[in-house]
């Protein structure tokens, strides 16, 4: 007797949010299928890759590769403009590591003008990452989703302690996407979740970063937050689990050993480049598998690779 | 597992007020108490018209199309002993929110029901009695049993059969209550699903008692394995209590607002 496989397309379905404007802008969700289940029912939006670069521009970089990508770039403008070129890339994520009041305390109006000019001089959708600093972050978030209104950007992201305060402003006030971040909590990423619904930001203007690591860095917590978050909005229909998750893959493979330790250093570990793409490489599609629909990436080999893995999957 | 599902059994002719806005075809009493049961978490409406052998079917008809033009299709059981009412019913009901739920058929006068969800493609609410009160589980579950292979005969999913064990009343009833509860763990080992009028337990009970006896009888039918029940869904802590086991049998992921929503 022939075998007819039992097809698992779910009555619920992610949503689907829009980032950007335009004809470079990306729809993200909106499957009713667990990640690449193409052969229970067809997937309309593949996930997509964003590419992180920081206001620091290529200070601190130990990636010959990506120091040859930008090459020739005066200004983070520049390589903003330059990374869309990059295969497989659908979004910039402009990432205000210097805005850190521990660090170099850049101020917020620097922030701002630096938002406008990218999103001036590029076309692909704009992701927003801050500093990490709580009150610092939901400031430059409520006065860069100001000064871009229009530009339909995500700001990554509303914690626990301030997604009132940037919930109002870019999800209510500027009309922006607001990425709601938990750290592999499941019951406070749903939480989050109904907390901005019930301060009134639409459900198909948020997305979740349920947490982020390195793989080999904890990677198994967020692997079984990623299960659960996906079977609870599939399976279980739970409509504040349903929105589509961004992970920031690149922040966290940049920061280990693996990707930073020099060669003199680690000879055994072989070439310093080929570590940092690797580690990328196998971060970005473990989430992705796990159910992440946008990965935010920086090395250009890295990001081609994972395009093609999204591209052959879907 | 699936979250637990809620029967609200608010509009019924037993209530003088829903009685009278039948006869009289007058919408605002009906609406009302439909819009107070899924504000309070109602996942699905019963209609209860009464026999109403005169008019059932535009009776019906007119229920149907009144509740779902107005809150986007919910879904609704259509609970009538008039059959060609329930048909007429299932002819302008709209499936998009959920399939329709014929309330009841039985393993006595009422076995013909099974055949009219199954030839109307809606899920059916068997009660585990013939005529009069199963006298033990052994013919509850004989009148399950019978039940199943009826649906499953004309080709419905077994899903699709609700088996209710027919909640009896504390007052009078009291030794009945654990073989009630056993009747579901039964249902559950068969992996059927299970429903049931619950309020009946309570029946005759001081007015601030009752949520009470409702709240604990759930909770211990849930447990069981009770996957919905027909309900006041404007009982708060009857609400709090569904709410929170099926957050405890992990069918609904914790927040710290789970109650809310």
Redesign the interface.
Known sequence: MAFTPKKQAFSAKINAVTLGTGDKSIVIGGENVLPFYTFDAPIANKPRIAVEISDKGLEGCVSDGIKAFYAGCDSVVDMAVKAQSMEGASAICLHFESADPNGENKSVEDCVALAKAVADAVEMPILVMGCKNIEKDAQIFNAVSDALQGKNILVLSAREENYKNVGASAGLAYNQKVGAESAVDINLAKQLNVLLSQLGVPDASVCMNVGSSAAGYGFEYLSSTLDRVKAAALAQSDKQLQMPIVTPVSPETWGVKESMSPEEESPEWGPLDERGIEMEVCTASACLVGGSNLVIMRHPAAVATISKFIDSLM | M??FITIGERISVTAPAIRRAFEERDPEPILTRCEQQLKAGANYIDVNIGPAESDGEERMQWAVKLLQERFDNVPLALDTSNMKAIEAGIQVYNREKGKPIVNSADAGDRFNRIELAANNDAIVIALCSANGIASDNDERMAHCQRMLEEGLMHGMEAEDLWFDPLFLVVKGMQDKQMEVLEAIKMFTDMGLNSTGGLSNNSNGMPKHIRPIFDSCMLAMAMMQGLTSAIVNPNDQRLMETIKTCDIIKN???????YL??
Request: no cysteine.
């Open positions: 699936a979250k069918n609904n992921l914790y927040a710290d607002s809310e929503i």
